[in-house]
């Protein structure tokens, strides 16, 4: 079972991540926290809130996470697209520590 969590955890925080994915990862979050269809159904009181509680709580802290980055990077910087088709090249000089 922790298993499965890990796996949607790292699948939903890198889609978000992802600026193709961002706003269809939000709308499908929002859609399933309104939609009376659910994993455990909210007619069933505590048990039916915790699959919304965890996805509102996942939601707010992946959105506060990039709101927040994206307000303290400097105006003259871009953010970087973590893409290995971008076409950069960065040349390292490195040196050997002992």
Do not use: C, H
């Not at 079972?1 to 961002?22: E, G, H």
């Not at 859609?31 to 939601?59: E, H, K, N, R």
């Not at 992946?62 to 971008?86: C, F, I, K, T």
Request: charged share 20%.
């Amino acid at each position: 079972m922790k298993q499965l969590v890990d796996v949607f955890y790292a699948w939903y925080r890198t889609n978000l991540r992802n600026p193709k994915y961002r706003w269809l990862i939000i709308f499908g979050t929002l859609t399933y926290l309104l939609s009376p269809i659910d994993i455990a159904p909210d007619v069933f009181p505590i048990v039916g809130w915790i699959d919304d509680g965890i996805l509102i709580t996942l939601l707010i802290a992946e959105v506060s996470q990039l709101m927040s980055g994206a307000l303290n990077r400097p105006e003259d910087e871009a953010p970087v697209a973590d893409n290995a088709d971008a076409g950069v090249v960065v040349d390292v000089k490195a040196q050997e520590v002992p």
